[in-house]
């Protein structure tokens, strides 16, 4: 493994903010950046291709239109690579964003985002805002994503907004302060599963899957 840590200090969290008193704590982020290395992450990057063209013919047919997003479970795409990679950094995450995952389960799935048309968006950029309902002390302690891509990227968008919370009606909330990851090829990123968190749509005007955003997104408990 070649990965180099990227640091996201807590004062550069807070992009926006609404002036609000109520207290807000920034979100823990821990970013690895060429993870696996050229050779090895480029192998994972054409199993990738061939794994979603044979789980897309299965279920969709040849014939069928590119989706905009596509999900497969563990069993369709195996990453032994990426797996060992992420226990690995299992011990110094969990200290690094003070969140513990004692089980020492993990697991992911993988997902391809493409083109979103233009008529299907909103004014201003979309996000699909997500937030695992697992996270915290209950189940899932922590949250990874890694991205993959061909170079150069023939897509924009697919970066991943972290966002800090903060307290209303006595709750934690989602608060306006964020920061925002790029989608680098061979980057792993890590934050706490409690944390809420979106992706940009991806706009890939070519629409073939090798130019797709590719992440596999997973947890640790």
Request: aromatic share 10%.
């Amino acid at each position: 493994m070649m990965g180099t840590i990227a640091e996201y200090p807590v004062e550069s969290a807070a992009v926006s903010r609404t002036g609000s008193p109520a207290v807000t704590l920034a979100t823990a982020v821990c970013r690895f950046e060429d993870l696996l290395g050229a050779t090895a992450a480029d192998r994972l990057l054409e199993d990738a291709y061939a794994a979603q063209l044979e789980h897309m013919a299965a279920e969709r047919g040849r014939a069928a239109q590119m989706p905009e997003r596509w999900e497969s479970p563990e069993r369709v795409l195996r990453a032994p690579a990426l797996a060992e990679a992420v226990r690995s950094l299992s011990a110094v995450v969990q200290d690094m964003l003070g969140v513990a995952a004692p089980s020492g389960r993990m697991g992911y799935q993988f997902v391809m985002r493409n083109h979103q048309p233009a008529e299907g968006r909103e004014s201003g950029p979309i996000f699909r805002a997500c937030v695992d309902p697992k996270g915290g002390e209950n189940g899932r302690a922590v949250s990874f994503v890694y991205t993959l891509h061909r170079r150069p990227r023939e897509f924009t968008g697919g970066g991943l907004r972290i966002f800090d919370t903060t307290v209303r009606d006595g709750h934690p909330a989602c608060a306006d302060s964020f920061r925002d990851i790029r989608p680098d090829h061979d980057t792993l990123t890590f934050f706490p599963a409690s944390a809420w968190h979106r992706f940009q749509w991806v706009s890939c005007p070519s629409g073939r899957l090798m130019d797709s955003h590719f992440s596999f997104e997973g947890w640790l408990a």
